[in-house]
C-alpha cells in the first residue's frame, strides 16, 4: 500500500459543483504540500501545509492539515473547467533540514470539470 | 523567468541504449531532484541533490546516475535502457523550507 493515498483515485464534477479531495498518511506528516498537473505539463505548486490546524486559501481552493489523522484534504468551491488537471499531495518524512526537501507523493487525483 | 528547464520533451530509445536527460535552473536552489511518474503511482524519486559535488539515492536509482558539477545542472543518465524505463521524468528544484519548482517533463518510451 502507499504511504500516501489519495482518495477519490478521479473525479467528474458539473461546473459551480463544490468537491473535495483527500490525501491520508500512514506516516507521520512533518509537512504537506499540494500541487496541480495538467497533462503534458510540470506540477504547480498550489500551497504548503506545516502545522496541524493549519488552513490555507488561494482564490476558490483551500486546504486544511489535521496532524492527529494525518490527513489533509483539499476543497475546491464552484468548480471551473480550469480547475481540471491531476492533483497530487506530497509529504515531508523528516522535520526541518533532515528531509533535504524530499517528497514522498500520492498517486493523485483526476479531476474533470464539465462546463 | 525560465525556472527549470528540461531536455529534450520527448525520446524515444531502443533497449539497452543511453541517453541523458538534461535539467538546468536558473533560481539558484541549492537542492535539485529526480522524479518519474508512472501511470496511477504518483512520482517517485530516483536521485536528489543538495548542492553542487553532493547526490545520493532516491527510492528508485537502479538503472540511473547522476551528476551535479554546478549549482544551475543536474543531469540524469540512463546508461542501459530497458522497457521498465519508459515513464514521463521530471526534475525540480527547492530551497530549504519552499515548494518544489517542476519542469516540464521528459516523456521517455524504450522499445
Known amino acids: 500500500s502507499q504511504e500516501l493515498e489519495q482518495s477519490p483515485q478521479s473525479l467528474i464534477v458539473q461546473e459551480g459543483k463544490n468537491l473535495t479531495i483527500n490525501c491520508t498518511s500512514s506516516?507521520?506528516?512533518?509537512?504537506l504540500y499540494w500541487y496541480k498537473q495538467k497533462y503534458g505539463e510540470g506540477l504547480i505548486f498550489l500551497m504548503m501545509?506545516?502545522?496541524?490546524?493549519e488552513e490555507k486559501s488561494h482564490e476558490k481552493i483551500t486546504a486544511k492539515l489535521d496532524e492527529k489523522k494525518q490527513q489533509s484534504s483539499l476543497h475546491i468551491t464552484a468548480s471551473q473547467p480550469s480547475h481540471a488537471g491531476i492533483y497530487l499531495c506530497?509529504?515531508?518524512?523528516?522535520?526541518?533540514?533532515?528531509?533535504?526537501?524530499?517528497?514522498?507523493f500520492g498517486q493523485g487525483t483526476i479531476l474533470t470539470v464539465h462546463p | 523567468n525560465a525556472g527549470v528547464t528540461q531536455t529534450p520533451k520527448f525520446r524515444i530509445l531502443k533497449i539497452g541504449q543511453s541517453m541523458t536527460l538534461q535539467c538546468t535552473q536558473d533560481?539558484?536552489?541549492?537542492?535539485m531532484y529526480w522524479y518519474r511518474q508512472d501511470p496511477g503511482m504518483g512520482l517517485k524519486l530516483i536521485y536528489y541533490?543538495?548542492?553542487?559535488?553532493?547526490?545520493d539515492k532516491g527510492e528508485v536509482p537502479n538503472g540511473y546516475n547522476v551528476s551535479r558539477s554546478t549549482t544551475e545542472d543536474f543531469p540524469l543518465r540512463l546508461e542501459l535502457a530497458a522497457p521498465s524505463q519508459t515513464s514521463v521524468y521530471f526534475c525540480?528544484?527547492?530551497?530549504?523550507?519552499?515548494?518544489?519548482?517542476f519542469g516540464s517533463g521528459t516523456r521517455l518510451t524504450v522499445v
Open positions: 525540480a528544484s527547492s530551497q530549504p523550507g519552499g515548494g518544489y519548482t
Open positions: 506516516k507521520t506528516l512533518y509537512g
Open positions: 501545509l506545516q502545522k496541524g490546524g
Open positions: 506530497g509529504a515531508a518524512r523528516n522535520a526541518g533540514g533532515t528531509s533535504y526537501g524530499k517528497l514522498t
Open positions: 533560481m539558484n536552489h541549492n537542492y
Open positions: 541533490s543538495v548542492g553542487a559535488g553532493i547526490t
